[in-house]
């Protein structure tokens, strides 16, 4: 197919009452991005340029129902800011591709049916996800879609990285390790080599810490391992997620305490993790600057399951050159970062303060025998990229 050089191309990562966007030019550009929250309750609206520069948005209503209105909003808005120049695609972040989809897939109905399959695997995403597209379908039915997994990324891991112990029955039955965060996880193997230099060929651990947090272990930009199972529910200590629990523990809960299947995710999804443990909030900020002692216990917490699962991922490559910090909470919050650099002292991690504070992008010392750095994220980018590799 011959792409016109004049398309744009919309990247589209859609949430319960949000839509992130992005518009891209053919040659990967962004000319425009932002989010459209509160859809259904008190909508909020940003609008940045491609240089970055905030947007009033004139064109967006003082309601918003409902998911189609606020991709119609999307659709206005390019043809008000871009007028005549053709939409090509549209691109969609979706969490979870089961074992089948390991690329980039271009979207039918046939394809629609089996990721609504795996819903149960990402009940906080995959409905959204897949809705958005449904949804720009019903609007826009001969625009071409293309969807791009999180679970894509880590499909290279040996078999016996992503086995669980389990009846093979199980197994067969596709209940594996998947990971997640891969969209950012393959933008940060991008970017790490004009940062890092050859050190990006070694072994290296990048910590998605957000809202929703994960690590890899990538050897020479490839993912090893992930702690990130089956859902993404496992792993670290999150935003609202309680990561890893003893399986035992839901046993007591539906046992001894007669919570239903429904109650017990809801807790491990909605309720646990930062907010559950501190009991105030799931933002870091909110955390670092509370004088509460649960507010510190959670953040202590979050610390020390990031440094057990950098053993454990450590262990998997056959040693450490260096660690990356990426998403809301590893670009922004330095007194995370700090805790975690000096918890590697012992191995030879050495933090450069000033750097630190300033966000890097390296936050280690020119003798630091571990390399820290701070790299921000872009799925979006990768979105584009893989959208218009399909389409050409």
């Not at 008190?42 to 189609?68: R, S, T």
């Not at 997620?241 to 017990?264: F, H």
């Not at 450069?352 to 010392?365: C, K, L, V």
Request: some cysteine; hydrophobic content about 45%.
């Amino acid at each position: 197919m011959t792409v016109d050089p004049e398309g744009i191309v919309f990247v589209i990562n859609a949430g319960s009452s949000s839509v992130k966007f992005r518009i891209a030019d053919v040659k990967g550009r962004a000319l425009y991005e932002g989010s459209i929250s509160g859809i259904g309750s008190h909508p909020a609206f940003k609008l940045k340029d491609g240089e970055g520069k905030a947007i009033p948005m004139h064109l967006a209503p003082e309601q918003m129902d409902e998911q189609e209105d606020a991709l119609d909003l999307l659709l206005a808005l390019a043809a008000e800011r871009l007028p005549g120049r053709p939409i090509l695609a549209a691109g969609h972040r979706v969490v979870h591709g089961g074992l089948e989809f390991d690329r980039p897939t271009l979207v039918d109905d046939s394809v629609l049916d089996r990721l609504e399959a795996l819903v149960p695997l990402a009940p906080l995403h995959q409905p959204h996800n897949l809705a958005a597209i449904r949804t720009l379908e019903g609007l826009r039915p001969d625009l071409p879609q293309v969807a791009c997994f999180d679970t894509a990324f880590h499909f290279g891991q040996s078999r016996v990285a992503r086995l669980f112990g389990i009846p093979r029955a199980l197994i067969d039955e596709g209940v594996f390790r998947y990971g997640f965060h891969g969209l950012s996880y393959q933008a940060i193997a991008g970017r790490m080599a004009p940062i890092m230099g050859e050190g990006a060929r070694g072994k290296v651990i990048v910590a998605h810490l957000g809202n929703g947090c994960s690590m890899c272990a990538m050897d020479n930009e490839k993912s090893v391992a992930t702690t990130m199972g089956f859902t993404a529910l496992d792993g670290l200590v999150m935003g609202t997620r309680s990561g890893t629990i003893d399986p035992g523990v839901v046993l007591y809960l539906m046992e001894q305490k007669g919570y239903s299947p429904a109650r017990i995710a809801d807790m491990l999804y909605r309720e646990s993790g930062l907010l559950g443990v501190s009991g105030i909030s799931n933002d870091m900020r909110d955390l670092l600057a509370s004088p509460e002692p649960a507010a510190a216990e959670a953040v202590d917490l979050f610390v020390h399951r990031i440094l057990r699962e950098i053993g454990s991922l450590m262990m998997v490559l056959g040693g450490l050159d260096g660690i990356v910090f990426t998403a809301g909470i590893g670009e922004n919050a330095a007194p995370v970062r700090a805790r975690v650099i000096e918890g590697l002292s012992f191995l030879g991690a050495e933090l450069d303060a000033a750097a630190n504070e300033a966000n890097g992008p390296r936050i280690t010392s020119a003798e630091s025998r571990i390399s820290g750095f701070v790299i921000p994220t872009d799925e979006e980018a990768v979105i584009v990229t893989e959208t218009l590799a399909l389409l050409s």
